[in-house]
């Protein structure tokens, strides 16, 4: 079982990761997350997230990624941009994460 922690100014929230989606916005872009997302297009830096835990079962960031991230003062070493990153495999563990909007 695959888990996702996820910590925003408003909520906190765990969900099980389902088969058959690695996007990670597929899964906090719900009405029972709502996570703060803007452009979708990694180029505002709105949805980036604080990594705690998992970022080994993550894909790499692309370029367009690590520019944006180094534009907010951040790295894909310790975050992430939640409208691009996606799942390795859908593997046991936990990914946890907390986003650094407090919109
Ligand atoms: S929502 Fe703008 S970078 Fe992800």
Excluded at 6 to 23: H, Q, W
Excluded at 55 to 82: I, P
Aim: proline letters at 2%; charged letters at 35%.
């Amino acid at each position: 079982m695959l888990r996702l922690k996820i910590k925003t100014a408003r909520r906190e929230k765990v969900l099980e990761l389902s088969p058959g989606n690695r996007d990670l916005i597929h899964y906090l872009d719900s009405d029972e997350v709502k996570y703060p997302f803007g452009c979708r297009s990694a180029s505002c830096g709105v949805c980036r997230a604080k990594v705690h835990e998992g970022l080994d079962l993550l894909e790499d960031a692309g370029e367009l990624e690590e520019d944006t991230l180094n534009r907010c003062g951040a790295t894909s070493s310790t975050h992430r941009l939640m409208c691009r990153t996606r799942l390795k495999k859908l593997e046991a563990g936990q990914i946890s994460i907390e986003s650094e909007d407090d919109g």
